[in-house]
């Protein structure tokens, strides 16, 4: 009954930048706390942001504070991870994760979050 789909992964040079998209399929979508994490081949998946319901509340992983933004549309269903200064580490796939159950904050906790979208490739190049 949820469809989370991710959009805008690419191929992009180190320090370059990328907008990922993430639409959810599903009325409730403004009652979701809504999160990132991406996975590099032979690795574990890493949360990488997450966002309240609201969009006022965000946190984000030590590897890309102060170069990734989260943020989100409830208008439009859609959640967002602008990615400025890229590096060759940030290589991955990027998920979208949905979490019915959270209400005023958000976790990095994978096993939190019932809805996950296919992943979109993120490949930086040096």
């Known amino acids: 009954q949820v469809q989370v789909v991710e959009s805008g992964g690419g191929l992009v040079q180190a320090g370059g930048s990328l907008r990922l998209s993430c639409t959810v399929s599903k009325l409730t979508f403004a009652a979701f706390a809504m999160g990132w994490f991406r996975q590099a081949p032979g690795e574990e998946r890493e949360w990488v942001s997450c966002v309240n319901w609201s969009g006022q509340i965000t946190y984000y992983a030590d590897s890309v504070k102060d170069r990734f933004t989260i943020s989100r549309d409830n208008a439009r269903n859609t959640l967002y991870l602008q990615m400025n200064s890229l590096r060759p580490d940030d290589t991955a796939i990027y998920y979208c994760?949905?979490?019915?159950?959270?209400?005023?904050?958000?976790?990095?906790?994978?096993?939190?979050?019932?809805?996950w979208g296919q992943g979109t490739q993120v490949t930086v190049s040096s």
């Open positions: 994760a949905a979490d019915e159950g959270a209400f005023e904050y958000c976790s990095d906790s994978p096993r939190e979050y019932s809805y």
